[in-house]
């Protein structure tokens, strides 16, 4: 298997038992397949868009668990949207995103403006940028995103620490 970067734009569509990874934590996942994970080109994580069954798209990220498998969490939001449960058979279809390109959200964008961090956050790896964006797209409360926007700042603010230290 190669270990390049996968396909943006690459769509995929299988089927699935829908599998409980954490007994008591309602933290639920679906295998990859084989022929998916090695189309993908790569043993990492793949940020992709998905659909559960009619699930309004969600972005999500295709976790390596080893031996060359991937595994797409599930959050509980889509699986009550969609009515499944563990041990419910799942259609997904999912498509590669670009992980160089980030969407930056204007409150984070105007706060890395403020403290002069902006380029500090254009410096961080892809799927970190990525990561912290999807955090505050996923905030609920307009507190909750307030906070991670912060934590974005501060993880740009960490990354020229490091820099400067080098």
Same mark, same amino acid.
């Given at each position: 298997?190669?270990?390049?970067?996968?396909?943006?734009?690459?769509?995929?569509?299988?089927?699935?038992?829908?599998?409980?990874?954490? &007994?008591?934590? #309602?933290?639920?996942?679906? +295998?990859?397949? $084989? /022929?998916?994970?090695? %189309?993908?080109?790569?043993?990492? =994580?793949?940020?992709?868009?998905?659909?559960?069954?009619?699930?309004?798209?969600?972005?999500?990220?295709?976790?390596?668990?080893?031996?060359?498998?991937?595994?797409?969490?599930?959050?509980?939001?889509?699986?009550?949207?969609?009515?499944?449960?563990?041990?419910?058979?799942?259609?997904?279809?999912?498509?590669?995103?670009?992980?160089?390109?980030? &969407?930056?959200? #204007?409150?984070?964008?105007? +706060?890395?403006? $403020? /403290?002069?961090?902006? %380029?500090?956050?254009?410096?961080? =790896?892809?799927?970190?940028?990525?990561?912290?964006?999807?955090?505050?797209?996923?905030?609920?409360?307009?507190?909750?995103?307030?906070?991670?926007?912060?934590?974005?700042?501060?993880?740009?603010?960490?990354?020229?620490?490091?820099?400067?230290?080098?």
């Amino acid at each position: 298997m190669k270990s390049s970067a996968p396909p943006a734009g690459k769509q995929f569509m299988f089927e699935a038992v829908l599998e409980d990874w954490a &007994e008591g934590m #309602d933290y639920c996942a679906v +295998a990859v397949p $084989a /022929e998916i994970t090695e %189309a993908l080109g790569t043993k990492g =994580p793949v940020l992709v868009m998905a659909r559960l069954n009619d699930s309004e798209p969600f972005q999500v990220s295709l976790f390596p668990v080893g031996g060359g498998r991937h595994y797409i969490r599930i959050k509980a939001r889509i699986r009550k949207q969609t009515s499944t449960r563990t041990g419910d058979r799942v259609r997904l279809r999912i498509t590669v995103l670009d992980r160089s390109r980030v &969407e930056i959200p #204007d409150d984070l964008r105007a +706060a890395l403006a $403020a /403290e002069g961090a902006q %380029a500090a956050f254009d410096a961080l =790896p892809p799927g970190k940028r990525n990561f912290i964006v999807r955090r505050i797209d996923e905030a609920a409360k307009a507190e909750t995103r307030a906070r991670r926007v912060q934590e974005g700042v501060l993880a740009a603010h960490e990354r020229n620490d490091q820099e400067g230290s080098r």
